[in-house]
C-alpha cells in the first residue's frame, strides 16, 4: 500500500528526499503526484502552451499520468547497405525500390506505467512497468533469462518473454531504470542476476514524456495518522452510532487487486481505464454489542442505589469482510493471492470475486496488531462486569447502558467512489461503557 509525494520536492535532484525510506511495515512504497509546481517547470510544448505534454528527464516517474516511452531507431548497418544498393539499382532501371538512401529514422512508441518497487525508496530507481495499451493491456513486462538466448544467423538473439500477471514475489517483473549521460534518455536493467529487460526497455536512449491522461491519483495519501488513531473517536452522549473516523489512507495499484475474468484482455483494459488505483481507507468506530435499561436491571441485581452493575454479555466476530460493503465472502488464499468469494451464488452477478496481493494482505495485517488487534477465534464470547461511576453521574440514577467495541475497518474503493470491499476488525479488549 502506498503513499504519495509530490514530484516538485524531487525537480531539484534532493538526494535525501529521494533516499527518504517508506513507511514502516512490509508493503509500502511511494507514487509520484505531478503538483503545479512540476507541471510548470515540466512544460516542454508550445511554449507552455501545452501543460498536459510534459517531458522527463531525471528520475523518479510520476504515477498520475499516462507514460509514453519513444524510441528513436536507426536501421542496422547491414539493412541501410541493402537499402542503397537497392536505390542505386532502382535508379539504373527505373524501378521504384519503395526506400530512400541512406539512414531511415523511426519512431516506435510503448505506453506504460512505472510502479516504484515495495519496500524500496525511490533511489533504488526500481520500478515495476506496466503495459497500459496494447494486446498485453495490465499485465507487467517481465524480463527474460541466458537460458532463453538461441542463436540466429551466427547471432545470439533475445527472446523476449510476454508480460505476465503480476507477482510481487518475482524478482524478473523487476527493472531498475538507469538515466544515461545525455540529456532525458534512459536505458533500464534487469534486478535479476541471469534477467535480460525486454528490447523496449533494454535498448539505450529511450525518453519518457506524458499525455493528456491523468489518473485519479492525488496527493493525500499519508499512510496512519498515529496520534488521531491512538486518540480513537469520541463516543459522545448520544446513544446514536458513533461517528466514523478515518485514520489512515493509501493508494492500491491495479495490479495488486485481482477480479474475475481478468485474464480477459478487456477487463483489464477497463481496469486501467477506469481503476488505474484503488483507495484503501482505515476508519475506526465504537460498535455497541449490549445495551439495556435500569429497568431491565431491577430483579436481576438486588444492590442498593447507587451501587448498581451491569453484567454484560455479548458474542462477536474478530473480523467480517464484506464484498461491496454489503456481501458476506469465503476467503481463500491461492498462488500469492487472498481472494473474497460471494458467501451466496445470488451475489455473484451484484460483486462477482475479488483478490488482494498477498503482500497487501500481509501490511493491513500488520498495521492492525500495530494497532494493539489481537488475532484469535473466529467468534469472542465477551462476559464482563460494569460498575456505574456515582461521581460521574452527579448523584444521577442512570437510565440507560450502553457497551461498546472499537472497531477498525480497511476499506478499499474503486475510483468512481464505489466501494469493493471492506474488512472489520473488533478489538475486543477496547471496550467503553457509557451511562445515561
Avoid at 486518540?231 to 489512507?249: A, E, I, M, N, W
Avoid at 487472498?338 to 451466496?344: L, Q, Y
Wanted: charged content about 25%; overall charge neutral; glycine content about 8%.
Amino acid at each position: 500500500m502506498y503513499v504519495t509525494r509530490r514530484m516538485s520536492q524531487y525537480l531539484d535532484k534532493n538526494p535525501a528526499a529521494m533516499a527518504e525510506r517508506p513507511p514502516e511495515g512490509p508493503g509500502s512504497g511511494f507514487l509520484v503526484v505531478v503538483d503545479e509546481a512540476a507541471a510548470e517547470r515540466a512544460a516542454v510544448c508550445c511554449c507552455g502552451l501545452c501543460p498536459d505534454v510534459q517531458e522527463f528527464g531525471a528520475l523518479p516517474f510520476p504515477q498520475s499520468r499516462q507514460l509514453v516511452l519513444t524510441y528513436r531507431s536507426t536501421p542496422h548497418p547491414a539493412e541501410t547497405g541493402v537499402n542503397v544498393v537497392m536505390e542505386v539499382v532502382g535508379q539504373l532501371f527505373n524501378i521504384q525500390s519503395g526506400g530512400a538512401p541512406g539512414m531511415k529514422m523511426t519512431m516506435e512508441t510503448d505506453y506504460v506505467m512505472f510502479i516504484p518497487v515495495v519496500g524500496l525508496p525511490l533511489s533504488s530507481h526500481r520500478y515495476y512497468v506496466v503495459r497500459t495499451d496494447g494486446k498485453h493491456v495490465g499485465r507487467v513486462s517481465a524480463c527474460s533469462r541466458e537460458e532463453d538466448k538461441t542463436t540466429c544467423c551466427f547471432c545470439t538473439c533475445v527472446n523476449d518473454v510476454p508480460p505476465r500477471p503480476f507477482n510481487h514475489r518475482d524478482v524478473y517483473q523487476q527493472v531498475e531504470v538507469q538515466p544515461l549521460p545525455r540529456g532525458k534518455r534512459f536505458s533500464a536493467g534487469a534486478v535479476a542476476a541471469d534477467g535480460i529487460p525486454p528490447e523496449y526497455l533494454r535498448r539505450k536512449g529511450w525518453k519518457v514524456s506524458t499525455e493528456s491522461s491523468k489518473y485519479d491519483l492525488t496527493d493525500d495519501a499519508k499512510g496512519v495518522d498515529v496520534p488521531l488513531r491512538r486518540r480513537r473517536p469520541d463516543l459522545g452522549s448520544s446513544p446514536s452510532p458513533s461517528p466514523v473516523v478515518v485514520v489512515g489512507t493509501w493508494n492500491v495499484p491495479f495490479i495488486f487487486v485481482r477480479v474475475d475474468d481478468d485474464e480477459r484482455r478487456r477487463v483489464r483494459k477497463d481496469l486501467v481505464r477506469r481503476c488505474m488505483f484503488f483507495r484503501m481507507t482505515l476508519e475506526q468506530s465504537w460498535k455497541q454489542i449490549y445495551n439495556c435499561t435500569r429497568e431491565d436491571t431491577t430483579t436481576t441485581h438486588q444492590l442498593p442505589a447507587p451501587a448498581q452493575v451491569v453484567t454484560v454479555t455479548a458474542t462477536v466476530r474478530r473480523s467480517t469482510p464484506l464484498l461491496g460493503g454489503t456481501y458476506p465472502v469465503q476467503e481463500v488464499d491461492a498462488d500469492g493471492v487472498k481472494w473474497f468469494r460471494p458467501a451466496t451464488t445470488a451475489a455473484v452477478p451484484a460483486v462477482g470475486a475479488l483478490g488482494l496481493d498477498m503482500v497487501v494482505w500481509e501490511r493491513m495485517i500488520w498495521e492492525l496488531e500495530r494497532g494493539g488487534w489481537v488475532a484469535g477465534d473466529e467468534v469472542e464470547r465477551i462476559e464482563r462486569v460494569e460498575r456505574c461511576d456515582v461521581d460521574g453521574m452527579q448523584g444521577r440514577q442512570w437510565d440507560k447502558f450502553g457497551c461498546y467495541m472499537l472497531v477498525e475497518t480497511f476499506v478499499l474503493t474503486r475510483m468512481d467512489g464505489s466501494v469493493a470491499l471492506s474488512y472489520q476488525f473488533c478489538h475486543t479488549d477496547k471496550i467503553s461503557a457509557q451511562w445515561e
